[in-house]
């Protein structure tokens, strides 16, 4: 039986949607926050397939974080192995970190439910599920795109909205993760940042009400055929 580990980097933001496709593929699933005492003796090797979530923090935010070294260290180490990892917004921030990219503050807040632009690389990988479809947003950090990948989509504030090396890895900045999930309510607690990115709970409730069920099934399609081609 194969074995997926899920990395959650806060209680909220979880595996969601994506659950879905990684079992049907065959996994069975692992999961381990960066909080639990056990996360610094984590193996990252042993799986075949590691999935980092999101979170709130920044991957340059280490001083609040320690985790955060250790996960970008042993993440370098899995990568350099050519093993399958999948990263979501912060965790695909944190792949670029371990392949040597800088991460950094974006221009805006990017919130929201909003399509993204697939190049002519993206058309003709399994992101291509996403062209045309809203997908959630909800991120204010950005990185250099790293050596040696494939960018695959950008957005109007965001040039690197995914992006590939080989078959065995896929990172997404956006949530295409996100739209079933009862644990989005919780995302809506820091009215601050929402306010910051120029929209509020009711706002998003309506559109996470109109987009979260197409959002969620395009990003299946997406990591069900990514999943098939390892």
């Given at each position: 039986m194969k074995r997926a580990l899920v990395v959650r980097h806060t209680p909220?933001?979880?595996?969601?949607?994506?659950?879905q496709p990684v079992e049907q593929a065959g996994y069975v699933i692992d999961r381990v926050d960066v909080t639990d005492?056990?996360?610094?003796?984590?193996?990252?090797?042993?799986?075949d397939l590691v999935v980092l979530m999101g979170g709130p923090m920044g991957v340059y935010e280490v001083?609040?974080?320690?985790?955060?070294?250790?996960?970008?260290e042993a993440l370098a180490g899995r990568l350099d192995r050519n093993l399958p990892v999948l990263g979501v917004c912060l965790g695909a921030q944190m792949i670029a970190a371990a392949l040597g990219a800088r991460v950094f503050p974006g221009p805006v807040k990017e919130v929201g439910f909003a399509p993204i632009t697939i190049n002519a690389a993206g058309q003709a990988s399994p992101v291509r599920h996403l062209a045309g479809v809203p997908v959630l947003h909800w991120h204010g950090d950005t990185f250099d795109l790293p050596p040696g990948v494939e960018l695959l989509a950008s957005s109007a504030h965001y040039a690197h909205q995914a992006y590939r090396r080989g078959p065995e890895l896929l990172a997404l900045q956006c949530h295409p993760e996100m739209g079933e999930d009862e644990r989005f309510e919780e995302w809506l607690d820091d009215v601050a940042y929402l306010a910051e990115a120029g929209t509020d709970p009711p706002a998003m409730r309506a559109a996470h009400e109109t987009h979260g069920a197409g959002a969620v099934a395009?990003?299946?399609a997406v990591v069900g055929e990514w999943l098939a081609g390892l």
């Open positions: 909220y933001e979880g595996i969601a949607g994506f659950r005492p056990t996360f610094a003796q984590i193996d990252f090797l042993s799986p001083e609040e974080n320690p985790w955060i070294a250790r996960e970008v395009a990003g299946r």
